[in-house]
């Protein structure tokens, strides 16, 4: 896994550039504001643009009441809870990507790789097929049911990592968590396979992501899950910089390697659980923010994970603007736009540098 | 004496054989009127029953439920799990598969199995199905007739609602349970456009020329129909929650159908089979839509 194709991809351990002889404090203060200007940009833009014509003065006019009231309910209902899911989701599926690839020292790992991903997805399946009917807090029945599915594979992942304590190695977790994944696959596969025509084809266009969230309920409800990763991510970012060059070396370091190891899981897991429920299984963010960050800010993940969390929800809000003007009035899934304009993005940046 | 007996014997089977061909050739028999009809298409086999062939299906497909006596036909799986050996072991002298099924309609060739392809489309190929299939079977004037009723029946709903102003209707047919979220539309092409349109509605997507839209929150909200109507079918919702469901509808008051207190929730497997029962659904959306005329 530590392999030439590791370092040349991913410069995960690349500690000796010349840039970081610049002060930590100084880059982090010009990367959070270069970021977090984006991020801002970028959510003070979307909600005025779409596939209507909206006027912020009727938006904000408090004489016409609310209920007739049309530019303000495309802001409020169908504009700003979508970007607002967008900012979490895209935040959210990058700072998994950067943990887990830290976690288990891998290029390729993203928040899809251990199964948790599988997990929600799993779970929002069941919930369309056996037309799980029960709601809590307004949050109905499949995001509760996704959540739930993807806690069920972080459990598994748990116990696999626990186990795995016993003087093995990040692989051994990593081909436990594709088994998972696997696994978690192959029952989703059977789920689909009870559905019925109409259940089928809600399966598929739940599988392809959607941030059209429609109300502020389910974005508040993943607001616990995430704040409690936000507080995980929080402890990690000197820790893995050491844990990414090899477990032994960080615990001569004085790193506690398990309960960061732990606390990394937990929290990733927990960020792409909440995620996933919220939006369905947006591809490629987890994998290819991380990188983009990576490739501009350099492998410090005191620099990349806040980088990464402001880029990500950038970049999502970006691909869902995208996703909901280019075919107007119809809509593209917002998988397929990350993964479209991603995909090339990345490839441009990554061979330029090569 | 034994050489003429034997020319004679030679003689009187080969008539006998020249016989039985002409008989054959003259009596179509099997061939041509189909006794073991497997429909993989559930509109098709309420097709069957409605021209009074139901007595002919040897099977069906795992999704027929009407007429209630499918329930003892051995069922042959779908659109996309057809169980080929249990299809084949029923001994079928026709099935009727959708056109789409290309890998079952060429090991049904392989088999010498006769088929009849179904397509899915608008309206008018409902009744034009029908015709095609009564006259496949050799019940011309049984389907010709089943089929005319069905127009009857439609034209005179359509008379019913002719030169009422028509509201500009959103017809969903599926959405999550308890949110307005993957809300997809019957668009501007199908049947269920053309019973909407029969029914005196206007369509408010059918400037969109496709069978079914995902609809975003924004694009409901332009779109401001008047009318909106929800199908439920199979066991997706039961009948106690439809006051709660059409309450999602609240979070966006500025459409005039929700205001207007026009969200109209109906239930019935009728409006997602194309079969004989459209006019149940055509009344249906009738009286919906124009509940005073009669």
Same mark, same amino acid.
């Given at each position: 896994?530590?392999? *030439? ?22 880059? %982090? ?17 979307? *909600? ?18 609310? @209920?007739?009231?049309? &530019? ?34 891998? *290029?390729?790992?993203?928040? &899809? ?22 709601? %809590? ?98 402890? %990690? ?30 929290? @990733? ?40 969390? %402001? ?44 | ?294």
């Amino acid at each position: 896994m530590r392999g *030439p194709v590791t370092s040349r991809l991913c410069p995960l351990r690349e500690r000796t550039e010349p840039r970081a002889r610049t002060p930590v404090r100084r880059r %982090l203060i010009w990367t959070i504001a270069g970021f977090g200007t984006l991020a801002v940009a970028a959510c003070l833009f979307a *909600p005025l643009v779409g596939s209507t014509r909206i006027h912020l003065s009727a938006v904000f006019d408090r004489s016409i009441p609310y @209920a007739d009231n049309l &530019d303000a309910q495309i802001f409020f209902v169908a504009r700003l809870p979508r970007v607002l899911a967008a900012a979490l989701v895209g935040s959210a599926l990058a700072l998994s990507g950067v943990v887990f690839q830290a976690l288990l020292r891998n *290029p390729l790992a993203s928040p &899809d790789t251990l199964g948790v991903s599988a997990g929600a997805s799993l779970g929002a399946m069941m919930a369309i097929t056996f037309n799980f009917d029960f709601s %809590l807090l307004g949050i109905t029945a499949v995001p509760l049911a996704s959540f739930a599915g993807s806690f069920g594979a972080l459990l598994i992942v748990y116990g696999l990592s626990a186990a795995r304590r016993r003087g093995t190695s990040a692989i051994v977790l990593l081909l436990g968590g594709v088994t998972v994944q696997a696994l978690l696959s192959a029952i989703i596969a059977f789920v689909q396979y009870l559905a019925d025509f109409t259940q089928t084809f809600r399966n598929v266009r739940w599988l392809m992501g959607s941030l059209d969230v429609a109300s502020y309920a389910p974005i508040g409800a993943a607001l616990v899950p995430m704040a409690m990763a936000w507080a995980g991510f929080a402890t %990690l970012p000197r820790v893995l910089d050491l844990l990414s060059v090899g477990s032994e070396s960080a615990a001569a370091r004085g790193v506690n390697v398990e309960r960061t190891e732990r606390v990394a899981l937990v929290s @990733a897991s927990l960020a792409t659980g909440a995620a996933v429920s919220l939006a369905g299984p947006v591809s490629f963010v987890g994998i290819i923010v991380p990188h983009l960050v990576r490739l501009i800010v350099g492998a410090d993940h005191r620099l990349v994970l806040p980088a990464s969390a %402001l880029f990500g929800g950038a970049f999502l809000i970006g691909c869902d603007l995208v996703a909901r003007t280019i075919i107007a009035p119809l809509e593209l899934p917002v998988g397929i736009v990350t993964a479209i304009i991603g995909g090339p993005v990345f490839l441009w940046l990554l061979f330029r540098r090569a | 004496m034994a050489v003429i007996s034997s020319r004679l014997r030679l003689a009187a089977s080969i008539t006998v054989v020249l016989l039985a061909v002409a008989v054959l050739r003259v009596v179509p028999r099997a061939a041509d009127e189909p006794r073991r009809i497997i429909s993989l298409v559930p509109a098709t086999t309420e097709m069957l029953f409605a021209m009074g062939a139901g007595d002919r299906l040897a099977g069906v497909s795992n999704y027929d439920r009407f007429p209630p006596d499918v329930a003892r036909l051995p069922k042959v799986g779908g659109l996309l799990d057809p169980d080929v050996e249990r299809l084949l072991s029923l001994k079928p002298d026709l099935v009727i598969v959708y056109d789409t099924q290309t890998d079952l309609k060429r090991q049904l060739e392989r088999a010498r199995i006769p088929i009849f392809r179904y397509v899915h489309r608008g309206l008018p190929d409902i009744t034009a199905t029908m015709r095609a299939l009564g006259e496949r079977i050799g019940m011309k004037a049984a389907a010709g007739a089943a089929a005319a009723r069905i127009e009857q029946q439609l034209a005179s709903i359509r008379a019913r609602v002719a030169g009422r102003p028509r509201p500009k209707t959103l017809l969903i047919f599926g959405r999550d349970p308890g949110a307005l979220r993957h809300v997809d539309a019957s668009a501007g092409y199908g049947f269920l456009h053309d019973l909407l349109e029969l029914a005196g509605g206007s369509d408010a997507l059918g400037d969109l020329h496709r069978q079914s839209v995902e609809m975003s929150t924004e694009m409901i909200l332009t779109r401001a129909p008047e009318v909106i109507l929800e199908l439920h079918y199979g066991d997706s919702l039961k009948p106690e929650q439809f006051d709660s469901e059409r309450r999602v509808w609240e979070a966006l008051p500025s459409v005039p159908a929700v205001r207007n207190n026009r969200v109209f929730l109906l239930g019935g497997d009728e409006f997602v089979v194309p079969g004989p029962r459209i006019v149940l659904a055509a009344e249906q959306f009738a009286r919906v839509l124009h509940p005073d005329a009669r």
